[in-house]
């Protein structure tokens, strides 16, 4: 090879060097990525499918803001540049206007809704009557702009390209329901296979106030629990905005409070019975954590059978409570067994004596109303068994925005001073915080009666209000505080953001961020500070030759809190009963994908979700632009051919003799 030819070779390396240059310019000054878009997620069950999707290659629409609900007739009839892709703000948000959009046939090529920064005045929520019946603001400012400066018209004209558009991409891969795509998920026979669905769940928390051996499963002898039941999850139409302000965190706030409040009075004067602390995770989803507490308790894999279980009290919402009373829901139908209607009266009679001299008051609604949505309905199912479920309405919900994203801070009237520091708000006891306290105290004191302590020791049992206010400052308004800096280890770190918790249950191969916080908060508040070494606690031992403790305690390091002038925190070993156990349905155990007995819910894969806007051109234009580049195209191909054919002409040099002396 001669250096022309070497020469030619760099000189055409540099060239393409700068053409992906230019291709990465070009690309930024074409394109606004929306870096914070939250999607509406395909998920599906034994018989349906829900949620969102775009095209293989993304969605593409025209900008149009929509101003009223009058003016979807415009974007589904008149409007000039169809298809258009419609921002909502959240107060046109409603099934009306979404199902109108839905049924637009091709004008219509997606929804972007623009998050709020307050709720609505009106009551949101995408659930059923019956639940469980068998984008930031400165996006919102660029898009707004983009939509006046080239959608809009002046005086009722047709705008004028470029047209301002926008691209949304979220492909799901699974179609149909649960059993289709879990048999796709089995067919992938492929070196690396690629999954099409994963079944939603994650893992329950629970503690007792007797430890248990949990190596020894099934019935335990002599052992009677009480069970204390709240549920963690929640969610929303859009899965990654799940705040269950009222829906869930209000209950296992109040469970969390209590079992602080117990912890003393327990260790002095213990109850003939264990009190069984359970929080359960992928309720929203036809129960999925409770149904397998359950089928682990008929089937001996669990550290108690049903056997073992003597009543249940759920909490519920109790964050919104009106006259300051709490209602009391039975079953009517296990009621018409005699022996377990007694265990009802004895504990409505329990949490009417842990009421006294407390700002909240109970109350039961008609015996014959059936149970609210609740935990409580699984174990029911596999047996007459006595319990309550604590909640703050009679009859119907007072949660207007119930599992919708608007169940958030705002909604529990949590308000904090103007002024205040974020360390400030952490400790600061808003009103929200010193109602809740009361409900935990209620809690705590029904527990103690129901597991047979001593009426004598009720007025030892109070609920802290600072436990109370920083849990809901750490879960609703920001998980990234010094509170719970200093009771997670340091790997759990990474999981505490400037943000509120999502409750979404997520898919059941990794703990979520509120089940390791729960766990971690439950083993800090009923479990006790152990001085043996950080090796030690993280191979579940209290020395080198114990080998017993791990089947009745588990042990947690955490990293503490930094001493005064000092960056390095003080780590310490919590040895508690906390434990986790599964939660994932057991129709995916039995694979029987269409089961009307147990949760069949599954979360769809995907492979880039994302948003982008742009100026598209005329048609006109376009079509100009491909017939221009075709034109360079083919005279490109023909100076190459001409320049090929005449090579020896053009690019030939002169050659010296080979026998030339010098």
């Known amino acids: 090879m001669d250096l022309l030819s070497n020469k030619w070779i760099v000189n055409l390396l540099v060239s393409w060097f700068f053409i992906g240059v230019g291709c990465n310019s070009v690309e930024k000054k074409i394109y606004v990525h929306l870096n914070y878009t939250i999607p509406c997620v395909r998920l599906l069950n034994a018989t349906h499918q829900i949620g969102c999707q775009s095209s293989l290659s993304g969605n593409v629409g025209v900008l149009h803001v929509l101003e009223s609900e009058e003016n979807v007739d415009w974007v589904l009839g008149t409007g000039a540049n169809p298809p258009y892709l419609v921002i909502l703000e959240s107060a046109l948000f409603t099934r009306s206007i979404m199902m109108k959009l839905k049924n637009g046939s091709g004008r219509v090529a997606g929804v972007a809704v623009i998050m709020p920064n307050t709720n609505p005045l009106e009551g949101f929520s995408p659930h059923t009557s019956c639940p469980n019946e068998n984008t930031e603001v400165s996006y919102y400012v660029l898009l707004l702009q983009c939509y006046m400066d080239h959608n809009r018209g002046v005086n009722g004209s047709i705008p004028q390209y470029p047209l301002c558009a926008m691209q949304l991409y979220s492909h799901m891969s699974a179609v149909t329901d649960t059993a289709t795509c879990m ?99 992928g309720e929203t989803f036809d129960y999925i954590g409770s149904s397998r507490m359950v089928y682990d308790m008929e089937n001996e894999q669990f550290a108690v059978d049903l056997d073992n279980v003597h009543s249940v009290l759920e909490i519920g919402q109790v964050g919104l409570r009106a006259d300051s009373k709490l ?64 909640e703050d309405h009679k009859s119907s919900f007072t949660n207007r925005f119930y599992e919708s994203m608007y169940d958030n801070a705002d909604h529990l009237n949590m308000s904090y001073p103007a002024n205040l520091t974020q360390e400030e708000q952490l400790e600061f006891v808003t009103e929200t915080a010193k109602a809740l306290t009361e409900v935990a105290t209620l809690v705590a004191r029904a527990l103690y009666i129901q597991a047979g302590g001593a009426e004598a020791q009720l007025r030892n049992i109070n609920a802290d209000p600072e436990i109370v206010t920083r849990m809901l400052y750490g879960f609703l308004v920001r998980t990234n505080n010094t509170w719970f800096q200093q009771l997670v280890p340091s790997d759990l770190m990474s999981h505490l953001a400037d943000r509120p918790t999502n409750f979404y249950v997520g898919v059941a191969q990794q703990s979520s961020e509120p089940t390791l916080l729960v766990q971690y908060l439950l083993a800090n508040m009923t479990g006790s500070y152990f001085n043996i070494s950080q090796g030690n606690c993280k191979n579940q031992r209290e020395n080198e030759k114990d080998e017993e403790s791990k089947h009745m305690y588990s042990y947690m390091w955490v990293q503490g809190a930094a001493p005064p002038n000092s960056t390095e925190r003080q780590g ?75 090579a020896d002409i053009l690019f030939s040099s002169g050659r010296e003799p080979a026998n030339a002396t010098y």
């Open 327 to 390: 209602w009391l829901h039975s079953d009517p139908v296990s009621r018409k067994n005699n022996s377990v209607n007694d265990e009802v009266k004895k504990l409505v009679a329990n949490l009417h004596s842990a009421a006294v001299n407390l700002s909240v008051s109970v109350d039961e609604p008609n015996v014959s109303q059936p149970l609210p949505p609740s935990s409580f309905q699984r174990f029911l199912r596999a047996r007459p068994i006595p319990g309550l479920v604590l």
């Open 183 to 281: 048999r796709r998920n089995e067919l992938n026979l492929s070196l690396s296979p690629e999954m099409i669905c994963d079944p939603l769940g994650d893992y329950n928390v629970w503690a007792s106030t007797k430890p248990l051996n949990t190596t020894a499963k099934g019935h335990k002898t002599g052992e009677s629990v009480v069970v204390a039941a709240a549920r963690l999850d929640s969610r929303s139409f859009f899965f990654d905005v799940a705040p269950g302000a009222e829906s869930g965190v209000s209950g296992f706030v109040s469970l969390l409070a209590a079992a602080s409040a117990l912890k003393t009075v327990i260790q002095e004067a213990p109850p003939s019975r264990t009190i069984f602390y359970t929080f359960f995770q």
């Open 572 to 646: 310490f070993c919590v040895r508690s009963t906390v434990r986790l156990s599964k939660a994932l349905s057991p129709a995916f155990d039995l694979k029987e994908y269409t089961s009307k007995d147990y949760s069949t819910w599954t979360e769809s894969r995907w492979k880039v979700i994302k948003g982008r806007i742009f100026l598209v051109a005329s048609p006109d234009l376009e079509m100009m632009t491909l017939g221009v580049g075709i034109g360079v195209l083919m005279a490109s191909l023909l100076l190459t051919y001409v320049m090929s054919s005449k």
